[in-house]
Structures are given as structure tokens and as C-alpha cells.
């Protein structure tokens, strides 16, 4: 096809093994499509892979003789079609991938974790023939990447809340799927970035809950969320939106709010097992908790009521992941400004951070770290540029962009930032 080009990517070649690198991609076939990212934001999978190395599921066992390219929630530009998608892919698309690719005799594989040639976490990568033959590729109109590179979170989000169910008609064998509408939700351990995006997808949602409980132990976190979330009223939304730190607040004073009925539906979004076991006891009857963060540890054991499990009809589910269908839903309420997730963004950086940004992921505060794969640039908190400011024009003026957004990152803000900010070395 055209002539073979460089990127400069994060590869894995083992546990606690990331090394930035540039090297030369092959030609693209008639089947493939050469791809530019622009963006894209870190997952805690991500930092799951990186320290599990060839023992997690989804990374090949001989992954130190042929690193894969990290990174799964990506926004990007084709820049080369091959011939046998042409008609359906035009240069200068943006587009984002579903990882998950469900891939006959590749079910296991997904984009970031088991591919040589194509990652989030890169300058330019190759989109191979299994992405393309399964319609994980999916266009995007908008004017932005930032937005779209949140777009596979979200999409993991609306596949978990699908999967609930509840035992609702009379025959007990048929399971109605969804979460309750007009029932109530809790959100233990939701004040981080994927719980931010749950609260503003049940807001929106055409089947809501009518009590929507987040909790978490930070004040600060809390804080924050319920900043951003503070225009969200049940006059508005038809949803009382509460924050409750539970180290401060007790089961017992969480159901009241419930009329000690508990709760329809609990997600839990931090794999610790106090969680699991508060979720447990906040649920209600034929109530659906939902494990949503999955753990490291393969031996992850956590107290439950099985009383409850037999007698009071708890039901217990995991999630993990999503489908392209999912993907472009996600795409469509983001494109139709019906939901935001942006609000999960609080840092942003250059690809020349990413593999300290990973590494560190679990200690690093607040929420999603974003990601600008053509730029070099520290990882920064967005609370940060005003101080930077007062030494650096560069971070003064994108404090003073984002300060029209009540610190929230911007279309604005991104488009200073690809212009203005050093380019990373390809």
C-alpha cells in the first residue's frame, strides 16, 4: 500500500516493564487502516496489565519477545484506508476503537493489551483486518478527541447497567433486565472518575432511579462531585442526588434514606472487601449488586449474606467491558451533548508521561489522566495551572481558558494545548 511510517508507543514487555520507543510500522495491508491517535485516556486496566505482565488474560505469554502497545480508550484520525475498506472509511475520519474485539478464535485479545501494531498509548498505530471485520472502528463527527477517548468508559458503564436484573414479574424464572426504574441506586466507592460517569449517565438516562446514593471515605472527592453535580436537582432530573462519606455515616442511617428498604441496585466501583460486604447489607430485597471494579488478585474473596442470596433474592453480577453497540451509544449521548464525561478528567499530560502516569495510577488523586499522544508534557492536574501559571505563560493561559469552565478541560483548552504544547519526538 503506502510507505511504511514510524511511532513512537508504550510497549509492555513484562511485569512493571513499559518503555517508550519509536520503531517502524510495517506497510498496511488491503485490510487494514493506518491510524493517527490523538488521545487517550488511562484505565485502571491498564496499570492491571502493566503489573501482571504475560499473567493477565488478554496479554500474550511470549509478550517479552513481541511487546504489545498499551492503551484501550482512544480518539484518532485515519491517515491510510486499505483498499478493501475504502468505500466505508475515508482518510481524516476520527474515529475511536471497542477494544473488545470477540474476534473468532480471538476472544480473548483486545486492543492495549494483546496487539503489537496498534494501542492507544502511541503516536501512530496500525488497525488491523479483526477490528475492521468485527466493526469495532467507529466514526465520530464531533470537532474534539478529549470527549472520545472517554467514550469506552462510558460504554462499560451502559453495558453494567444492562446487565442488572431483578426477579419484577410474577413467573420468579423470568428475569427482567435493567436496573429498577424509580427504584433506588447506590454507588459505593463512586466519587472516583467511573462512578462521576455513572451519576451523569443515571441523570440522563430514560430509565432513572429515583434515589441515587454515591458514596466514598474522601471528603475531598465528595467535595468535588457534588460541585459538579450541584445544578443536578430532583426538580430537574427527577433524581435526589446524594454524597455520603461512610466513614462518617452508618448503614443504618443510609437505609433511612430508603425507608429501610434498601436498595435495587448497588455498583461497586473499588474492589476492596467492606465494600462488598456494605453492598450486601444495603441491598434489597431482589436487589442486584453489580461488582463492577475487577481485582488484581485471583483469589479475591469477600463476605456476603448467603441468608439473603436464598431467602431475600440477591442476586450478585460482574462487568467488565462492552460491545461495539455499546460504543456507539456512548458515542451518540456524547456527540448529542446528552451526557458530559469530561468532569471525569482531572489531569492531563504528554506521552512522555504515560508510563510513570501508569505505574502510579492507583496513588495519583482524583480522576481520569488524559492523555495527548503528539505532545511531550508532565502529567499536570488541572487544579494546577493556575500556580504553574504564575511562572509558565503556557500553563497561565490554559488556567485562564479553563477558568470559563469552572476548571473543567475544554475544547478550548485542547486546541491551545495541540498547538501550543512541544511535540514529542517521533
Not at 320 to 338: F, M, P, Q, T
Not at 382 to 410: C, H, Q, R
Request: charged share 25%; hydrophobic share 40%; proline share 4%.
Amino acid at each position: 500500500m503506502g510507505n511504511k511510517v514510524k511511532t513512537t508507543a508504550l510497549r509492555l514487555y513484562g511485569k512493571n516493564d513499559l518503555r517508550l520507543e519509536s520503531f517502524e510500522l510495517p506497510e498496511i495491508k488491503e485490510d487494514e487502516i493506518l491510524f493517527e491517535i490523538q488521545t487517550n485516556s488511562i484505565c485502571m486496566s491498564s496499570y492491571k496489565a502493566a503489573i501482571q505482565g504475560a499473567e493477565h488474560k488478554r496479554v500474550p505469554d511470549n509478550v517479552s519477545e513481541n511487546p504489545i502497545i498499551l492503551g484501550h480508550e482512544m480518539c484518532g484520525t485515519i491517515l491510510e484506508v486499505g483498499e478493501k475498506y475504502q468505500s466505508k472509511f475515508k482518510e481524516g475520519m476520527k474515529c475511536t476503537i471497542q477494544p473488545a474485539i470477540s474476534y473468532p478464535g480471538k476472544e480473548h485479545e483486545a486492543i492495549g493489551y494483546s496487539f503489537n501494531n496498534i494501542g492507544g498509548n502511541a503516536t501512530r498505530g496500525i488497525i488491523p483486518k479483526e477490528v475492521l471485520e468485527m466493526d469495532c472502528l467507529i466514526p465520530y463527527n464531533g470537532n474534539s478527541f478529549y470527549n472520545i477517548s472517554l467514550a469506552e468508559p462510558v460504554a462499560c458503564i451502559l453495558a453494567a447497567l444492562k446487565e442488572q436484573y431483578h426477579h419484577r414479574e410474577s413467573n420468579k424464572y423470568k428475569h427482567s433486565m435493567g436496573i429498577v426504574e424509580g427504584g433506588s441506586f447506590a454507588i459505593l466507592g463512586g466519587a472516583g472518575p467511573m462512578g462521576l460517569a455513572a451519576v451523569d449517565i443515571l441523570l440522563n438516562a430514560e430509565r432513572k432511579p429515583k434515589l441515587l446514593v454515591v458514596t466514598d471515605i474522601d471528603d475531598n472527592r465528595l467535595s468535588r462531585a457534588q460541585k459538579l453535580f450541584q445544578d443536578k436537582t430532583t426538580d430537574d432530573k427527577g433524581v435526589k442526588l446524594l454524597f455520603i462519606n461512610t466513614s462518617k455515616v452508618s448503614n443504618e442511617e443510609i437505609l433511612n434514606e430508603t425507608n429501610n428498604k434498601g436498595f435495587d441496585d448497588i455498583f461497586i466501583f473499588v474492589p476492596i472487601k467492606p465494600l462488598v460486604k456494605q453492598a450486601s447489607e444495603l441491598l434489597a430485597y431482589d436487589g442486584c449488586i453489580n461488582f463492577f471494579a475487577g481485582p488484581t488478585d485471583k483469589n479475591f474473596f469477600a463476605e456476603v449474606n448467603l441468608y439473603d442470596v436464598h431467602y431475600n433474592r440477591h442476586h450478585i453480577i460482574g462487568s467488565a467491558g462492552s460491545d461495539s453497540k455499546d460504543l456507539e451509544e456512548a458515542v451518540e449521548l456524547i456527540d448529542k451533548n446528552i451526557i458530559d464525561p469530561v468532569i471525569m478528567v482531572t489531569h492531563v499530560g504528554g506521552l512522555d508521561c504515560t508510563a510513570e502516569t501508569v505505574m502510579n495510577l492507583p496513588i495519583i488523586p482524583c480522576g481520569k489522566k488524559l492523555i495527548y499522544t503528539q505532545i511531550s508534557m508532565p502529567l499536570t492536574a488541572i487544579d494546577d495551572f493556575k500556580k504553574l501559571g504564575e511562572t509558565n505563560s503556557f500553563f497561565k493561559e490554559l488556567a485562564d481558558i479553563v477558568k470559563k469552565t469552572n476548571g473543567i478541560w475544554s475544547k478550548e483548552a485542547e486546541n491551545y494545548l495541540l498547538v501550543n504544547a512541544e511535540k514529542i519526538v517521533k
